[in-house]
T-cell receptor, first 114, second 114 residues
């Protein structure tokens, strides 16, 4: 595997379910990110992790719970979601959390909440 | 607050024609600027970035962009469009001196017709 991978690629869940999204980066980077991409809205940064420490939480509802067990893996735990949470969830990584380093994106998980 | 405006949510060009995608930003500090491309069912891929130095930046696939501070613009151009350029393009800004928080524009969908 190379780059940034995400699983699953597609997920359908009910509002009472609990599921997790997984992201893995094979680039040796130190920072990882979760973004939400909704139709007709700009990409929204959700969380930033630097060396496994959360450094940014962009006013995300508590029904989204991130976890970064090591610098290569990032999870997004989901519970009691709402239909408006349906979106493409993108994971990204960068060499360093400072601002000049480009972010490398995974293919995303298309989430549908029914 | 920082923001990015992409003029035109849809742009259509003929194959071989000039591609011009517009991006304006607002920032109180010197920004770093990025263009990303997203092909269907894929994540975002970096086309080019401006941090410091030369204001004309060349990227992949024949694209380039020019940072114009006086106009707060970072327009993306390509002299001759190819069918494979059809995708969605995102302009983004991050702030120097802080964590790598990318603020994205709403995106411009480029269509290329024969």
């Amino acid at each position: 595997e190379t780059g940034v991978t995400q699983t699953p690629r597609h997920l359908v869940m009910g509002m009472t379910n609990k599921k997790s999204l997984k992201c893995e980066q094979h680039l040796g980077h130190n920072a990882m990110y979760w973004y939400k991409q909704s139709a007709k809205k700009p990409l929204e940064l959700m969380f930033v992790y630097s060396l496994e420490e959360r450094v940014e939480n962009n006013s995300v509802p508590s029904r989204f719970s991130p976890e970064c067990p090591n610098s290569s893996h990032l999870f997004l735990h989901l519970h009691t979601l709402q239909p408006e949470d349906s979106a493409l969830y993108l994971c990204a990584s960068s060499q360093d959390p400072s601002d000049s380093y480009e972010q490398y994106f995974g293919p995303g998980t298309r989430l549908t909440v029914t | 607050a920082q923001s990015v405006t992409q003029l035109g949510s849809h742009v259509s060009v003929s194959e071989g024609a000039l591609v011009l995608l517009r991006c304006n930003y607002s920032s109180s500090v010197p920004p770093y600027l990025f263009w990303y491309v997203q092909y269907p069912n894929q994540g975002l891929q970096l086309l080019l970035k401006y941090t410091t130095g030369a204001t004309l930046v060349k990227g992949i696939n024949g694209f380039e962009a020019e940072f114009k501070k006086s106009e707060t613009s970072f327009h993306l151009t390509k002299p001759s469009a190819h069918m494979s350029d059809a995708a969605e393009y995102f302009c983004a800004v991050s702030l120097s001196g802080g964590y790598n928080k990318l603020i994205f524009g709403a995106g411009t969908r480029l269509a290329v017709h024969p």
